[in-house]
């Protein structure tokens, strides 16, 4: 019984590479197909997880915990700023955020637009984003409103190459601006905009420079943990409807 099953399983065998010297460029085709098919999702899921970590990254270079806050019927002041900060102990960083657009940045002949900010320190805090050269704002440049600026590494290398430009003097509109802090390099967004490309300023140089009076695009703010931004949306929502 078992040397017949053996007869028979070497005759099938004897079978098929006979066929298959019959049919050599089919069998040849037949075996590229199955490795360029297998190939094929195993590229395409090594892409997938790909996109999917840096989805993941672009999102936590915003900050996990962070929310942005914006009011449609009218703009937010500096008072609602220090009211929605003390709202909640699970706020863990504030900072306004003045959106001033693309302003002229000028070094000697070396001109571009360039976006302009006006944030505070817990921006940078929020999002994790440490300095490759220099420092952040002090309180004295904050209360002041003081002409300093902290970049981007892209804005470095337009107008400065690979020097470092702390303590040097960019123009902004005209007006002069110290160089005090260039941020490490962030990239893209998932748009693919250069997050690089930006100039920061206190929020209160852009309401005493370029805004007029002492209100804000919006408010950035981030928890200690991801669990606490539901109740601190819900804190917010509260606020701004009463």
Same mark, same amino acid.
């Given at each position: 019984m078992m040397f017949d099953s053996y007869i028979k399983a070497q005759s099938v065998f004897s079978s098929a590479v006979k066929a298959l010297r019959r049919n050599k460029i089919r069998s040849l085709l037949t075996s590229i197909g199955i490795i360029i098919g297998v190939s094929s999702v195993i590229i395409m899921t090594g892409l997938a997880n790909s996109a999917r970590n840096a989805v993941k990254q672009k %999102?936590?270079? @915003? !900050?996990?915990?962070a929310m942005s806050i914006g009011w449609s019927l009218r703009p937010l002041t500096d008072?609602?700023?220090?009211? %929605?900060k003390e709202l909640s102990p699970f706020i863990q960083y504030a900072s306004p955020y003045c959106d001033l657009d693309d302003k002229k940045v000028r070094r000697d002949r070396l001109? *571009? &637009? %360039?976006?302009?900010v006006g944030v505070n320190n817990d921006f940078f805090y929020m999002r994790d984003w440490h300095m490759m050269f220099g420092r952040y704002f002090d309180d004295q440049e904050?209360?002041?409103s003081q002409n300093v600026? %902290?970049?981007?590494?892209?804005? &470095?290398?337009?107008?400065?190459?690979?020097?470092?430009?702390? !303590?040097?003097i960019i123009f902004i509109n005209d007006t002069p601006y110290q160089i005090i802090g260039i941020l490490d390099e962030t990239g893209t967004n998932?748009?693919?905009?250069?997050? *690089?490309? =930006? =100039?920061? =300023?206190? @929020?209160?140089?852009?309401?005493t420079r370029f805004i007029g009076k002492r209100e804000m695009s919006g408010i950035h703010l981030s928890t @200690? $943990? $991801?669990?606490?931004?539901?109740?601190v949306t819900a804190s917010v929502t509260q606020y701004l409807r009463t």
């Amino acid at each position: 019984m078992m040397f017949d099953s053996y007869i028979k399983a070497q005759s099938v065998f004897s079978s098929a590479v006979k066929a298959l010297r019959r049919n050599k460029i089919r069998s040849l085709l037949t075996s590229i197909g199955i490795i360029i098919g297998v190939s094929s999702v195993i590229i395409m899921t090594g892409l997938a997880n790909s996109a999917r970590n840096a989805v993941k990254q672009k %999102i936590i270079s @915003y !900050g996990a915990n962070a929310m942005s806050i914006g009011w449609s019927l009218r703009p937010l002041t500096d008072r609602n700023y220090s009211d %929605i900060k003390e709202l909640s102990p699970f706020i863990q960083y504030a900072s306004p955020y003045c959106d001033l657009d693309d302003k002229k940045v000028r070094r000697d002949r070396l001109v *571009d &637009q %360039i976006k302009l900010v006006g944030v505070n320190n817990d921006f940078f805090y929020m999002r994790d984003w440490h300095m490759m050269f220099g420092r952040y704002f002090d309180d004295q440049e904050i209360s002041g409103s003081q002409n300093v600026a %902290i970049i981007g590494v892209s804005v &470095q290398r337009t107008f400065f190459g690979g020097y470092n430009s702390v !303590g040097n003097i960019i123009f902004i509109n005209d007006t002069p601006y110290q160089i005090i802090g260039i941020l490490d390099e962030t990239g893209t967004n998932l748009s693919g905009k250069d997050i *690089d490309k =930006i =100039i920061m =300023i206190p @929020y209160t140089t852009a309401f005493t420079r370029f805004i007029g009076k002492r209100e804000m695009s919006g408010i950035h703010l981030s928890t @200690y $943990e $991801e669990s606490m931004v539901s109740p601190v949306t819900a804190s917010v929502t509260q606020y701004l409807r009463t």
